[in-house]
């Protein structure tokens, strides 16, 4: 028997739209509907045709006029720093030092570190988001309580103990032995447990000697269906360190060339200021740049050149970088990323954004046979937004008059309160509940 059948304006991606017109990179349903069995999507079209696929009693969540989409992906954040959200005045290295490594070790404790846990898993579910890649703390402590979080609410979730064996504090410092052995462990023990994925996480070649990133590449070599993390280019002094550590590296990205690091599981946090040649050793390898418009432009880093990015060939994908990032919302960090681009002279449509936020994310991680789209197999993770959720919205909706301009409304002005209901695996996470109908698959109800 089928679990739940989801009735509202559904909308899916199916290739990257190549302009605000391209109608065809996308399937919308204006009355539409996602029949969900056992926590995978079964089928999806007008509500009509779907609801004649469904068993006579199954329950409807009826979301008209709301939006139905794929839950949102967000491929680059730190766990540990969501409580250092809004820590005022400083660039990347200074803001390191100053305010995250002083938090992150506070993440020993594993009372703390399961608290925040929860408490970021479910801001994240909350505004929307139902994968997120991120960054755990040095202590296996913290990877522990990052997935039983996620495991508890049955997220896709991808992540690391981050591995650090220089230029930070000594309670937040590894060795290169240990770094391995504890991520071997964490793989062992997390790695493919339901729905969770393991990152390979050295925070950046700052904080890693030769020695652990030779570290980092056996890992790679012996887990090559592991996620790599880690962050490049973000900001000119981090660069001026970070090459004056390895002298013998071309540039920065050539750093994390010369140990193996770089690949189609390689996501690399910012990529701002890049050579030509550096971006096209990305698109050879397919590592993918992640664009994280908040964070950039409260640190003061630089603005994403996306359009290089595409014009070399090179993946990207886009991401709240929280902590240094504003806030959790995709919406939001969107109506930022639009604003980067803008300032560069670069087009951002709302089609593209939601395209970013959902199928683009998740083919950035090569999972968009489960997650990041509607379509049949693939896992029934679901987010319903309001366009209309604040008066100032309702307003301007007033006068919108067409799927483009609603998307861009929300890209602009949305926030958690656009979010009406998640669903994670088929599993309402916002009430908790669905309002059970049991007339309408038989009657097929249209009004």
Known sequence: MSDLLIRGRVLTFVREPEGIDDTASYRFFEDGAVLVSSGKIAAVGPYGDVAKQADGGVPIADHRPH??????????????????IASYGAQLLEWLNTYIFVEEQKFRAPEHAAFIAGRFTDELLSNGTTTAVAYCSVHPESVDAFFTAAEERNMLMIGGKVMMDRNAPDALRDTPERGYDETKQLIARWHRRGRAHYAVSP????????????????LVAEHPDCYVQTHLSENRDEIAFATSLFPEAKDY???YARYGLLGRKTLLGHCIHLSDREISVLAETGAVGVFCPTSNLFLGSGLFDRDRFDKLGARHSVAT???????????????????????????????????????????????????GSLHAGADADIVVLDSRAKPAMELRMQVASSLAEELFVLQTMGDDRSVTEVYVAGKPMQSGRVEVRRDVPRALETA
């Open 67 to 84: 939006l139905v989409l794929p839950g949102l992906i967000d491929t680059h954040l730190h766990f540990p720093q969501t409580q250092a």
């Open 253 to 255: 990205t050539d750093i």
């Open 321 to 371: 970088d929280v902590g240094a990032g504003t806030s959790f919302s995709m919406l939001e960090t969107m109506g930022e990323a639009y604003k980067v681009l803008h300032l560069q002279g670069q087009r951002l449509s709302p089609l593209n954004s939601f395209y970013m936020m959902t199928l683009g994310n998740a083919r950035a991680l090569d999972l968009e046979d489960r997650i």
């Open 203 to 218: 925070r950046f070649a700052i904080t890693s000697t030769p020695e652990q990133m030779e570290m980092s590449r056996a």
